[in-house]
């Protein structure tokens, strides 16, 4: 599961339905073949993003559509597994009738969890603090576009786009993990990135979080200021450097960076369902802990 727009959550939710028409596991998890594939989903997702996601109170947005198989194998048929396309554009879906960030999660011995995450976007927010309250206000508005006739333009009430998504993993039914990454468009492509850790190679949540990532940045934005289509995919020093060369053989900008480059902060809380004994995890990448009571 994952926060619905007017934030972001849904473009991890379409990574995994592209990712789903390919069987990741046949190649090793840090392969050039592995990266090309989930970088080249979060492509096609980001352009859906940066098209459609808005307030849902004053845009039809087509989340049905969004998510569907039909449109999930329609979006992968435009992965070409050898190269890097030169750019993507927004799909058309059926429409149905309708650093500043911190993330927490918690659970119970009674088997509740809960998966919170909180950003005053820039540094201190607004810089407002409401009397008597002792907290500052968000300044999320930034996020809204200013083109006449985007669905994501700013109006009175209305809520602007966002990109902090708490979320939860499921099986037959039951919560078996609550987890978050914060990083602004990091984290669909983080908790992508995880999920697939940990379903595909058969990582428990410490090591899902701890293997090596990448970042793509370019595209079109929600904000509607675009940026260049094929965009740059940043990948961090752990990282081999086949994999590196793989990419750009297959057309993918890469770049190598170890700071400056939000690759994520990530938390974990995971119960087994047999034996109800709960598993947390926590990186390096930011400060967090684990703690037990």
Same mark, same amino acid.
């Given at each position: 599961?994952?926060?619905?727009?007017?934030?972001?959550?849904?473009?991890?939710l379409?990574?995994?339905?592209?990712?789903?028409?390919?069987?990741l596991?046949q190649?090793?998890?840090?392969?050039?073949?592995?990266?090309?594939?989930?970088?080249?989903?979060?492509?096609?997702?980001?352009?859906?993003?940066a098209r459609?996601?808005?307030?849902?109170?004053y845009?039809?947005?087509?989340?049905?559509?969004l998510l569907? #198989?039909?449109?999930?194998?329609?979006?992968?048929?435009?992965?070409?597994?050898?190269r890097?396309?030169?750019?993507?554009h927004?799909? #058309?879906?059926?429409?149905?009738?309708e650093?500043?960030?911190?993330?927490?999660?918690?659970?119970?011995?009674?088997?509740?969890?809960?998966s919170?995450?909180?950003?005053n976007y820039?540094?201190?927010?607004?810089?407002?603090?409401?009397?008597?309250m002792?907290?500052?206000?968000?300044?999320?508005?930034e996020?809204?576009?200013?083109?006449?006739?985007?669905?994501?333009?700013?109006?009175?009430?209305?809520?602007p786009?966002?990109?902090?998504?708490?979320?939860?993993?499921?099986k037959d039914?039951?919560?078996? %993990?609550?987890?978050?990454? %914060?990083?602004?468009?990091?984290?669909?492509?983080?908790?992508?990135q995880?999920?697939?850790n940990?379903?595909?190679y058969?990582?428990?949540?410490?090591q899902?979080?701890?293997?090596?990532?990448? %970042?793509?940045?370019?595209?079109?934005?929600?904000?509607?200021?675009?940026?260049?289509?094929?965009?740059?995919?940043?990948?961090?020093?752990?990282?081999?450097?086949a994999?590196? #060369?793989?990419l750009?053989?297959r057309?993918?900008?890469? #770049?190598?960076?170890?700071?400056?480059?939000?690759?994520?902060?990530?938390?974990?809380?995971?119960?087994?369902?047999?034996?109800g004994?709960?598993?947390?995890?926590?990186e390096?990448r930011?400060?967090?802990?684990?703690?037990?009571y």
């Open positions: 599961y994952e926060l619905p727009p007017n934030g972001q959550g849904f473009a991890a379409q990574m995994l339905n592209i990712l789903q028409q390919v069987n596991a190649w090793p998890r840090d392969s050039a073949q592995v990266f090309h594939y989930m970088i080249e989903s979060k492509r096609l997702a980001f352009e859906d993003l459609y996601y808005a307030d849902p109170d845009a039809d947005l087509p989340l049905q559509g569907s #198989e039909q449109y999930a194998r329609e979006r992968f048929a435009l992965i070409d597994p050898d890097a396309a030169a750019d993507y927004p799909g #058309e879906p059926q429409l149905e009738g650093g500043d960030t911190t993330y927490l999660t918690v659970a119970d011995d009674d088997g509740m969890m809960v919170l995450i909180q950003s820039r540094g201190m927010g607004s810089g407002l603090v409401p009397d008597g002792g907290f500052m206000l968000q300044d999320r508005g996020l809204f576009s200013l083109q006449p006739g985007h669905p994501n333009v700013y109006a009175p009430g209305k809520r786009f966002h990109t902090i998504i708490p979320a939860f993993l499921m039914g039951e919560p078996v %993990m609550s987890f978050g990454l %914060m990083g602004g468009s990091m984290q669909p492509q983080g908790h992508v995880i999920l697939v940990i379903i595909d058969g990582m428990d949540i410490q899902a979080g701890d293997a090596a990532r990448f %970042m793509h940045e370019g595209g079109r934005q929600p904000t509607g200021v675009d940026e260049d289509g094929l965009g740059t995919v940043y990948v961090e020093p752990g990282v081999s450097a994999t590196v #060369e793989g750009r053989a057309g993918h900008r890469v #770049e190598v960076d170890a700071s400056g480059v939000p690759f994520g902060g990530y938390q974990a809380i995971a119960v087994d369902p047999a034996s004994v709960y598993a947390g995890a926590t390096m930011k400060d967090g802990t684990v703690t037990a």
